[in-house]
């Protein structure tokens, strides 16, 4: 019943695809002068999975609401091109200048462009005699039933050759209607709904990940990826060491915040429940070794900024959502006495990466994140406490790392050592880390100083740092070298701050 369907639809786009694409139109224009018979229904290659979104796969491009020239590649002598229905997210191929029996398909993909289903060739086709051009059917981008976030290429094989040419991975702006959307479609395009983490990257770097997309629910308005919070709550709850812990306080920790985020936006308890047992479990590590701190992790070897930050941040977080909490604001603020007066604050007003085991600054590596992070801090012991002391040596700290000529060599942030396609499995996460903390400042300060700041990131990332289908690479003022979830969660967390 399908082939014999698919052959009749494709008689009409044979006829059809040298005019112009009308809405909705079910009249067919005139038959080529030169005719030929439609491919038998023996050519014509069944999806290996039908899609119905607001239409179903196979569907004719004739009827297309709208018709956008995505990408195009030459293919020998031929034209091989993409179009996008963007109205009711939907993709079809087109060969022209074509010759009998050029193949022409599409290939769709749900993990970023990485794999495609092998063999689907999905609306594989090939041009009849007589006709100079050809196209596939229309199919869907997305499966929004199961939570498929996807790209489709058109894929040609001249007639004669062994050639292949694909054209690049395009999407429709379903999900996508402005920079901070398309980039959060991006990165839920590395969504594993099967493990409820994201591919390409790690545990913590997840977290991250997690809390972007919910930040940019806030930020864009758009709520399609909220499924992402209890999916990921639920999958992971029993992961690792039980309730988002492990052997890392600071991953426990960036776990607790993204918990914070998700209560925020669902009022869920379960959410902030969650995030308590994490910084009650990470205050366990606390001890008077160097004064006071949390070891970084339970082999209790090296005190250090990152958990320090996070811990402040994270307690400073709960009092401000639990009423007539005392306890947790007074860690927060035991945390940030200690952080202050232990030394890896350096001279420049730049946090080293932690302590000697002699206690004092080691002088390592100022990291984006260790930049970061206390800034977020600062902002939540400010909230609980009305004090602008803290503002004020928040607003120190990040003049400090914004004018930094090591971080900022161009006027746009770099990660300290940062080569395109270098940054290793956890760099790349930081410096979004950064920007997402240095907004939460901003955004309390009445004359918002650090926006242009920000939005000068932004905007380098965006023209310099950006492939074709909103994937951001490691370097914010380009070259784009690849894209991970790292990656794309920093680009998102910028974009988030800056609109």
């Known amino acids: 019943m399908l082939r014999g369907a698919l052959a009749s639809a494709l008689t009409l786009v044979a006829a059809v695809l040298l005019a112009p694409v009308a809405a909705a139109s079910t009249e067919a224009p005139p038959t080529p002068t030169t005719a030929a018979p439609p491919p038998s229904a023996g050519k014509a290659v069944a999806p290996m999975a039908t899609i119905c979104d607001k239409y179903c796969d196979a569907r004719d491009p004739a009827l297309a609401?709208?018709?956008?020239?995505?990408?195009?590649?030459?293919?020998?002598?031929r034209q091989l091109s993409l179009h996008?229905?963007?109205?009711?997210?939907?993709?079809?191929?087109?060969?022209t200048n074509s010759s009998a029996g050029d193949e022409l398909w599409l290939d769709?993909?749900?993990?970023?462009?990485?794999?495609?289903?092998?063999?689907?060739k999905i609306g594989d086709t090939r041009t009849p005699t007589g006709y100079p051009g050809w196209r596939t059917l229309?199919?869907?981008?997305d499966d929004w039933a199961n939570n498929g976030i996807g790209l489709l290429r058109a894929c040609a094989q001249p007639a004669g050759t062994t050639a292949i040419t694909c054209t690049d991975w395009r999407r429709t702006t379903w999900n996508s209607y402005?920079?901070?959307?398309?980039?959060?479609?991006?990165?839920?395009?590395?969504?594993?709904?099967?493990?409820g983490l994201f591919d390409t990257t790690g545990w913590w770097n997840s977290a991250n990940a997690l809390t972007a997309v919910i930040d940019n629910i806030r930020a864009a308005g758009m709520g399609s990826y909220a499924y992402a919070i209890a999916k990921t709550y639920d999958l992971n709850l029993s992961a690792q060491g039980g309730n988002f812990t492990n052997a890392y306080n600071d991953d426990t920790e960036w776990w607790g915040l993204a918990w914070v985020a998700a209560y925020d936006l669902t009022g869920d308890s379960r959410y902030l429940n969650t995030a308590r047992f994490d910084a009650d479990h990470v205050f366990s590590f606390w001890d008077n070794t160097c004064g006071g701190g949390v070891w970084w992790s339970d082999a209790r070897t090296y005190k250090n900024a990152i958990?320090?930050?996070?811990y402040i941040q994270l307690n400073a977080a709960l009092h401000n959502r639990i009423p007539g909490d005392t306890v947790y604001l007074q860690r927060a603020q035991a945390g940030w006495s200690w952080f202050r007066n232990s030394g890896m604050i350096n001279p420049q007003n730049l946090v080293n990466?932690?302590?000697?085991?002699?206690?004092?600054?080691?002088?390592q590596t100022t990291w984006t994140y260790n930049q970061g992070v206390p800034l977020a801090a600062l902002t939540e012991l400010y909230k609980a406490t009305g004090n602008g002391s803290y503002l004020t040596q928040a607003r120190t700290l990040a003049n400090a790392s914004t004018t930094s000529t090591s971080l900022n060599p161009d006027g746009v942030l770099h990660e300290p050592g940062e080569q395109p396609g270098g940054g290793g499995a956890d760099g790349p996460t930081f410096k979004g880390v950064y920007a997402r903390d240095l907004s939460v400042l901003n955004a309390v300060l009445a004359d918002h100083p650090y926006g242009a700041y920000l939005k000068r990131q932004a905007d380098s990332a965006y023209a310099q740092d950006r492939n074709g289908f909103d994937q951001y690479g490691l370097v914010w003022s380009g070259p784009f070298d690849r894209s991970d979830a790292a990656r794309q969660q920093s680009a998102l967390d910028l974009l988030n701050a800056t609109g």
């Open 353 to 363: 990466d932690g302590l000697t085991s002699a206690c004092a600054n080691n002088g």
């Open 307 to 310: 958990p320090n930050s996070l």
């Open 178 to 195: 402005d920079r901070r959307t398309a980039a959060a479609t991006a990165l839920m395009e590395d969504y594993d709904t099967a493990t």
């Open 108 to 120: 769709r993909s749900f993990d970023a462009g990485r794999s495609w289903a092998s063999g689907s």
């Open 84 to 95: 996008m229905d963007d109205a009711d997210d939907m993709g079809w191929g087109a060969l």
């Open 65 to 77: 609401a709208q018709d956008r020239q995505a990408t195009a590649t030459a293919a020998g002598t």
């Open 138 to 141: 229309m199919y869907n981008v």
